[in-house]
């Protein structure tokens, strides 16, 4: 299996201010065929499912805002959110899918200092 | 528009069998390149991946759970079916099904709500 650890468990930004979450793999994520690195991102809200913001690791999903970008390759991964809103304070996820089992990080709070 | 609905009993006895069905809309689970997963989420724990199943009827499973899970599909009635034997506390969390994005893409685009499933005596 692919393990996916997230760094840190939780942060606290301030609004406006740089929010940057990591995401390593135990292996790499990296598919040769189509030059992709598996690699999706998810915020969850409270009470709510999962929403895809990232996908290919560094491809922004529609309708998400230009705030969220994400970035690195092989093992190691970012999900930066560039001036933090309130409307961000979440739990974001990982998740590999370059094989199955399919995995996820153990997640990342956000919220406001 | 695509939407899922999973639907199921919230309360479960431990040894019981949990069978939790997802209602699919604006998509066929029998068009080509169409992949359903259900992942998991314990109270306040991270997201776990369960099992997937391909327009073609094609399984995977989470290997820690296969021996637990199956996954099907009724095409006529566009809904995919997870049942898991041998139901025990540890199990309780809330049970999402997802739509795969597509081919070599096993990443989810939209969600259902997620039922909560307790297993309690």
């Known amino acids: 299996d692919i393990v996916m650890t997230q760094s840190p468990e939780s942060l606290a930004v301030s609004l406006g201010e740089r929010a940057t979450i990591n995401c390593k793999s135990s292996?790499?994520?990296?598919?040769?065929?189509?030059?992709?690195?598996?690699i999706a991102w998810y915020q969850q809200k409270p009470g709510q499912p999962p929403k895809l913001l990232i996908y290919?690791?560094?491809a922004r999903e529609s309708g998400v805002p230009d705030r969220f970008s994400g970035g690195g390759s092989g093992t190691d991964f970012t999900l930066t959110i560039s001036s933090l809103q309130a409307e961000d304070v979440a739990l974001y996820y990982c998740?590999?899918?370059?094989?199955?089992?399919?995995?996820f990080g153990g997640g990342t709070k956000v919220d406001i200092k | 528009q695509i939407t899922l609905k999973e639907s199921g009993p919230t309360l479960v006895e431990p040894t019981q069998t949990l069978t939790l069905t997802c209602t699919l809309s604006?998509?066929?689970?029998?068009?080509?390149?169409?992949?359903v997963a259900w992942i998991r989420q314990p109270p306040g724990k991270a997201l776990e991946w369960l099992a997937l199943?391909?327009?073609?009827?094609?399984?995977r499973y989470s290997p820690s759970l296969q021996s637990r899970l199956t996954i099907t599909k009724d095409s006529s009635k566009n809904q995919v079916v997870l049942t898991m034997t041998k139901m025990d506390p540890v199990d309780t969390a809330t049970y999402y099904c997802?739509?795969?994005?597509?081919?070599?893409?096993?990443?989810?685009?939209?969600w259902g709500q997620g039922t909560l499933v307790t297993v309690s005596s």
């Open positions: 997802a739509h795969r994005r597509g081919h070599h893409a096993d990443y989810f685009d939209f």
């Open positions: 290919r690791a560094s």
């Open positions: 998740q590999q899918y370059l094989s199955t089992p399919l995995t």
């Open positions: 604006g998509f066929s689970i029998s068009t080509s390149g169409v992949a």
């Open positions: 199943i391909h327009w073609k009827g094609e399984e």
């Open positions: 292996q790499s994520v990296f598919y040769s065929s189509n030059s992709e690195n598996c």
